[in-house]
């Protein structure tokens, strides 16, 4: 079985998500794995390390200064120039980088090969894979984005690192005209530097917790509402639930459509000939906005929060380095495709799970509480609730009047999905926490205790 593993290493070592696809491969009993990175040369002792592993046969590093600023179209499209040319019955990624976050280079590289595609993937066994979507038996060939579901193992002892090899741009016959940052139809424009919202937090005893909640559940927030563009475009498409707002703010006449495939958006897209094209950010809407980028050649913006119209361009704004910032992004190509942050402005109460958190406690929170239940990204990975219980950049926004965080660390990923909820309250033993900057109560104990 050939198994090629694409791998990024963002902060000088592996992608944790592509480290997942690794380990995935490693654990099939007939792969043969081929190791493929379009990175600078930085990276030639980390990626070198990485082909230690037995079953590792080769390790192909696309390298080129025209590579240089790709953005997701044009680093698929490279990709899948060395993919034509190895053939490998699977393709392994990480669902997503930890700097970009935009879970599009996969779906636009399998659309390019032609492959089966399977995103978002949770469990795998061969044959059969379980994505965040539901369960399917494998058919070949195939790509497949993988989840944090397991650790990556340690190369034996004696292992002996394998030559690297360096492909150029001409080495693939590349056209350079849709490679690097000339070829890239996304670009950045500006980068704004934020922490998020941070709060003053107060810390109080178990037994104020109950009382105080008491308290705030009658006193309603302000609603959030996206920002209306003072300029507006003529035509903008929205896809999905929650896409409408946002093509309203921006366009002076809105088409909506509950679902479109990649191809019917395409047609769609020929037919009425919008400014944009934005789709509710899920995980099936993220995988067909990807395929149709890849089917029309356009720049796909990934899980914005905002759009505005400006001199006639739209400026999509969207959370990079894993939420720490935020940075305004144009498209050369038009229509501008774009995922947009489904958001739940929502009154009462919100009771969310962390991996600090047993499943059992925050469902007994919620229904003392009349709440409706939310959790992070690792209480999903974990299995403990479902995808759509999602709060972060790769869930869902929540604004409720009441947040209450139970045994979740604050992880930027998580905290610019709940920034704007009214009053937030965090439960958590271990005061260096993150959460309790985006607090305005906190409890130092285990959610557990405060039953």
Do not use: W
């Amino acid at each position: 079985m050939k198994v090629a593993v694409c791998v990024k290493f963002p902060c000088g070592e592996i992608n944790p998500f592509d480290a997942c696809a690794l380990e995935a491969a490693l654990s099939l009993p007939d792969a043969d794995i081929t190791l493929v990175s379009m990175s600078p040369l930085k990276v030639m002792t980390a990626f070198k390390e990485l082909s230690r592993y037995d079953k590792v046969s080769r390790a192909i590093l696309l390298c080129d200064p025209l590579f240089a600023g790709s953005d997701t179209l044009a680093t698929s499209y490279v990709l899948s120039l060395l993919l034509k040319r190895i053939s490998p019955d699977m393709v392994f990624f990480g669902s997503r980088s930890v700097d970009s976050d935009t879970a599009q280079v996969p779906a636009q590289t399998a659309q390019r090969l032609g492959y089966s595609f399977y995103p978002f993937v949770m469990r795998f066994s061969g044959s059969r894979v379980v994505t965040r979507e539901g369960e399917f038996s494998l058919s070949l060939p195939a790509a497949l984005s993988f989840e944090r579901i397991n650790v990556l193992r340690f190369p034996s002892f004696r292992a002996k690192p394998k030559e690297v090899e360096i492909l150029s741009a001409s080495d693939l016959n590349a056209d350079i005209s849709r490679t690097g940052l000339k070829g890239s139809p996304t670009e950045v424009v500006n980068y704004v530097r934020t922490e998020g919202k941070i709060r003053k937090c107060r810390f109080i005893d178990k037994e104020e917790f109950f009382p105080l909640v008491e308290r705030l559940k009658n006193v309603r927030k302000k609603r959030f509402e996206i920002r209306e563009s003072a300029e507006k475009t003529d035509l903008a498409l929205a896809i999905g639930a929650g896409a409408e707002a946002y093509a309203q703010a921006i366009a002076k006449k809105v088409i909506s459509f509950p679902f479109l495939s990649a191809e019917e958006t395409k047609v769609k897209t020929e037919e009425y000939s919008p400014k944009a094209v934005i789709f509710a950010s899920s995980p099936e809407n993220k995988t067909v906005a990807a395929f149709a980028a890849a089917k029309m050649g356009l720049g796909l913006c990934a899980d914005c929060t905002s759009l505005r119209t400006q001199n006639g361009e739209i400026i999509a704004t969207r959370p990079v380095n894993s939420g720490r910032d935020y940075a305004d992004i144009i498209c050369k190509t038009s229509p501008l495709l774009a995922t947009v942050l489904s958001f739940d402005d929502s009154d009462g109460i919100i009771v969310s799970g962390g991996r600090g958190c047993e499943k059992e406690t925050v469902i007994k929170f919620a229904d003392k509480l009349n709440a409706k239940i939310c959790c992070s990204r690792a209480a999903v990975d974990d299995g403990k609730f479902p995808y759509d219980c999602q709060v972060g950049l790769t869930g869902k926004a929540v604004a409720p009047d009441v947040y209450i965080a139970l045994g979740i660390s604050g992880a930027v990923q998580h905290t610019c999905g709940m920034e704007n909820s009214g009053t937030v309250i965090a439960v958590n033993p271990d005061k260096n926490a993150r959460i309790f900057e985006f607090a305005d109560y906190g409890v130092l104990d285990k959610a557990e205790n405060l039953l």
